[in-house]
């Protein structure tokens, strides 16, 4: 990658507009704030995600790759927290 511009666009998609789009929205929040993520970023986001408008609970796996990742998770609900090693789990 060239230049700063070239890292954002790599990370954050462009918000959504009303036009209906075959393309998925992923979502996550940062301090109370929407922010949109490409589908690599936010496959490996650990805090909680929403993927058109809906809560995703499901792996993330490290950024670019099919490995799993098992820190530490935001999510406590069960699913989120399969994939935690028991170490990295919430008591
Ligand atoms: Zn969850």
């Not at 670019?64 to 919430?90: F, N, S």
Request: hydrophobic letters at 35%; proline letters at 7%; glycine letters at 6%.
């Amino acid at each position: 990658m060239d230049n700063i511009i070239d890292r954002i666009n790599a990370v954050f998609a462009p918000p959504p507009t009303d036009d209906v789009s075959e393309d998925p929205v992923y979502e996550a929040k940062v301090l109370g704030k929407s922010i949109f993520l490409t589908e690599e970023t936010w496959r490996s986001w650990t805090g909680r995600r929403w993927v058109n408008g809906a809560e995703y609970h499901g792996p993330v796996f490290l950024m670019g790759t099919k490995t799993l990742y098992t820190g530490a998770r935001a999510c406590d609900c069960k699913v989120c927290q399969a994939d935690v090693a028991p170490r990295h789990r919430k008591n």
